[in-house]
């Protein structure tokens, strides 16, 4: 069965640049949850779309912004990147919303140096 | 922020023993929760989405029961194998945001 497909997998960045991260939901999901773990964190909700639609915000700092496309992926643009933006970041699909669990990616690993 | 805890932290349990973990959440502007298992190396995978106060949900060896009002899940892992050895993650849904607990990590020893 099709899975949720991120990339890349891994990404390395100097500070202050910028870092587009993309999200690929499973096919019909309608809903993109965006999620970073820092090292030994539990996972922080970012951001989450509906039918392309913004649908919450969580901790996402305002040099982060992203959206979702009339195909239904997702992108994450990271700018003015900071040592503190290491960190796993997993995207989630769902069919619509909270009562539908959601299928998480494999991740992409950011390290900014 | 809203304070999802999850207790204990971690938990060392002898193969075929069942075990329990705890999940704390908000009692106010419930949607749903859900609860993941995640292994080391790989990504959360869901085991369960409970919404409606009272609900108890079973999987294999694997349950869970919802208490909306007061605001906690247990999760109950039967006769434990070595291959349940994972974190276990709830997260609480309100609106359309989701916030998970610090994770209660098992590891069952053969």
Known sequence: AAGVIQSP????????????????????????????????????????????????????????????????????????????????????????????????????????? | ILNVEQSPQSLHVQEGDSTNFTCSFPSSNFYALHWYRWETAKSPEALFVMTLNGDEKKKGRISATLNTKEGYSYLYIKGSQPEDSATYLCAFMTGNQFYFGTGTSLTVIP
């Open chain 1, 9 to 113: 997998r891994h990404l390395i960045k100097e500070k202050r640049e910028t870092a587009t991260l993309k999200c690929y939901p499973i096919p019909r999901h309608d809903t993109v949850y965006w999620y970073q773990q820092g090292p030994g964190q539990d996972p922080q909700f970012l951001i989450s779309f509906y039918e392309k639609m913004q649908s919450d915000k969580g901790s996402i700092p305002d040099r982060f912004s992203a959206q979702q496309f009339s195909d239904y992926h997702s992108e994450l643009n990271m700018s003015s990147l900071e040592l503190g933006d290491s960190a796993l970041y997993f995207c989630a699909s769902s069919l619509d919303g909270g009562y539908y669990e959601q299928y998480f990616g494999p991740g992409t690993r950011l390290t900014v140096t």
